[in-house]
């Protein structure tokens, strides 16, 4: 089936850098999106990407949806306490009748004070 | 605010006990998911309906059914807990048939099994 890998798993950082993490696949997807998840809560979306290219940014997040339409990026500037959780990224290909969303494992970040 | 609500956030089930838990939401969305998610994997998509079509995943164990009454409303039904099931389970709601989707999901409800 349809598999999306993310790296790192996991990382440790200092408060106030900057993140880097990114998601692949083996398949062209039409749609990224990034979601951030809480110890015990629901997936909070982060952003949406929809063409190859793509950057947008929401607040200090930035995330790009790659040339190749396989892979996609998120970067944190600053990094602040708050941003520690665990980081989804989805894909989405358009079929006929529903909407099938894949998900990779997630990068869980620790930010270190 | 909360455009996609689940009930309860935390359930407690005895083992076998059938146990439901619903889900609703104010997005006037046509499609609604319910994923399984276990010790923060990535969550895994049980079923979806998209406005009433019912379409079940291929691996989704018989034990887990679903309903739909209406648009807004979406129960998960466990007929026949095991100690296998407890997890977060995740409602989730998109607009279905346009380009630009998004998937907004609810707070979750833990499911514990004794």
């Known amino acids: 089936g349809q598999q999306l890998n993310q790296s790192p798993q996991s990382m440790f950082i200092q408060e106030g850098e900057d993140v880097s993490m990114n998601c692949t696949s083996s398949?062209?997807?039409?749609?990224w999106l990034w979601y951030k998840q809480d110890p015990g809560e629901g997936p909070v979306l982060l952003i949406a990407l929809y063409k190859a290219g793509e950057l947008t940014s929401n607040g200090r997040l930035t995330a790009q949806f790659g040339i190749t339409r396989k892979d996609s990026f998120l970067n944190i500037s600053a990094s602040i306490p708050s941003d520690v959780g665990i980081y989804f990224c989805a894909g989405q290909k358009r079929s006929d009748y529903g909407q099938n969303f894949v998900f990779g494992p997630g990068t869980r970040l620790s930010v270190l004070p | 605010d909360a455009m996609v609500i689940q009930n309860p956030r935390y359930q407690v089930t005895q083992f076998g006990k059938p146990v439901t838990l619903s889900c609703s939401q104010t997005l006037n969305h046509n499609v609604m998911y319910w994923y399984q998610q276990k010790s923060s994997q990535a969550p895994k998509l049980l079923f979806h309906y998209y406005d009433k079509d019912f379409n079940n995943e291929a691996d989704t164990p018989d034990n887990f059914q679903s309903r739909r009454p209406n648009t807004s409303f979406c129960f998960l039904d466990i007929r026949s807990p095991g100690l296998g099931d407890a997890a977060m389970y995740l409602c989730?709601?998109?607009?279905?048939?346009?380009?630009?989707?998004?998937?907004?999901f609810g707070s979750g409800t833990q499911l514990s099994v004794l």
């Open positions: 398949s062209i997807f039409n749609t």
């Open positions: 989730a709601t998109s607009k279905g048939g346009i380009a630009n989707e998004k998937l907004f």
